[in-house]
């Protein structure tokens, strides 16, 4: 029983190096404006798991800014551990909607909890030491893609005149059609289950 136990932990272990094996040396920018872009991550639009690496040592270089843009729906687990077992602080936020989803945490290791990202969300990461000793850090990043379902799923229905279309709504074109006397247009809306914008069609019989 004990050599069974043992041998799953040496698996999972095993298991749990292998899927953040390649962890890439990275060198954080030293102020939000000019944060490094994580290339494995900008646009990203598919389920990947990858890991960065780095560390902040001198007063200079006590501050290391990352970020990156989603390029699809979709959810991102973040966790992050210290390589020489040194306390440092990690914030993670957003700067599309103002959110800091975790921040200020001084720990050797950090567990984020699962958040939801959208298409275009900028993601922004900071890695902050608290004194002078060098703070080696490492982060394992774990975004899965939302599954879209098929667009029959996701009716949606509109009521009103369509002059308040006109009025309510992004990019309505109206076209009147006087021959067989209808008013007309297309406009677009956003499909939250869909995940991006859709174009719809509305007409309506005009009184002779």
């Known amino acids: 029983m004990i050599k069974k136990l043992i041998m799953s932990w040496f698996f999972l272990t095993i298991l749990s190096l292998n899927i953040y094996a ?10 939000v404006d000019n944060s490094t872009v994580i290339g494995a991550l900008q646009d990203i639009d598919e389920d990947k798991n990858i890991c960065i690496k780095g560390s902040v040592k001198k007063s200079s270089d006590n501050k290391d800014y990352y970020k990156f843009r989603v390029g699809t729906e979709g959810t991102l687990k973040i966790d992050g551990s210290s390589p020489n077992n040194k306390k440092y602080k990690l914030t993670i ?14 720990a050797k290791n950090h567990n984020m909890d699962l958040i939801t990202l959208h298409k275009d969300d900028i ?11 060098k703070r080696k850090y490492k982060l394992n990043f774990n975004f899965t893609k939302n599954q879209s379902k098929p667009f029959s799923d996701n009716t949606i229905t509109l009521t009103g005149t369509l002059r308040d279309f006109n009025q309510d709504h992004v990019d309505f074109e109206p076209r009147m059609d006087w021959e067989n006397n209808l008013y007309s247009g297309m406009f677009n809306f956003f499909n939250g289950v869909q995940g991006g914008l859709q174009t719809g069609y509305v007409k309506q019989q005009l009184d002779n």
């Open 22 to 31: 390649d962890c890439q040396e990275m060198d954080g920018a030293n102020s």
């Open 93 to 106: 936020g957003s700067s599309k909607n103002g959110s800091q989803y975790y921040g200020e945490n001084n």
């Open 123 to 133: 993601v922004y990461i900071r890695v902050r030491r608290v004194n002078k000793n």
